[in-house]
């Protein structure tokens, strides 16, 4: 569980359910994803209180599908990743930097209607193999 100073383990389940035409009908795989989730605890309260949302959910984005884009629009001095996946129905984009064996959240925001739009059928067909 991640902790109020913004550092902490979640481990996160994602099964995988097969198509229908495959030989082993009704078996189902899984991945175990550990991942240790940083923040600054300042950023992570201001981002609930004006957009309600917490970066330690980050972990329930990271457990789906994503679509990773390198965030090279600056030079930041440091790799950068927006990731656009689902929360609980709702698409968002997180911006994120690995730090060692952790990813430490920048920002984190609903997507708007743009980007719903440019990323929401591509994030459908990864999600269900289409395409």
């Known amino acids: 569980m991640t902790d109020r100073d913004g550092v902490g383990e979640v481990a996160a389940t994602r099964f995988i359910v097969p198509p229908q035409n495959l030989l082993l009908p009704g078996f189902y795989g899984g991945t175990i994803i550990l991942l240790k989730i940083t923040f600054d605890p300042a950023k992570r309260d201001r981002t609930l209180s004006e957009r ?23 030079d930041y001095g440091e790799t950068r990743i927006i990731s656009v ?29 743009r980007e719903q739009t440019r990323f929401g059928q591509r994030l459908c067909e990864e999600q269900f193999g289409e395409g």
């Not at 309600?52 to 600056?74: S, V, Y």
Request: no cysteine; proline share 4%; charged share 30%.
């Open 52 to 74: 309600g949302l917490d970066f330690a959910d980050a972990i329930e984005i990271f457990a789906g599908r994503t679509i990773d884009i390198p965030d090279e629009r600056f």
């Open 85 to 113: 996946g689902h929360l609980r129905g709702r698409m968002v984009i997180v911006v994120w930097t690995p730090a060692g064996d952790a990813r430490r959240i920048i920002s984190m925001r609903k997507a708007n209607d």
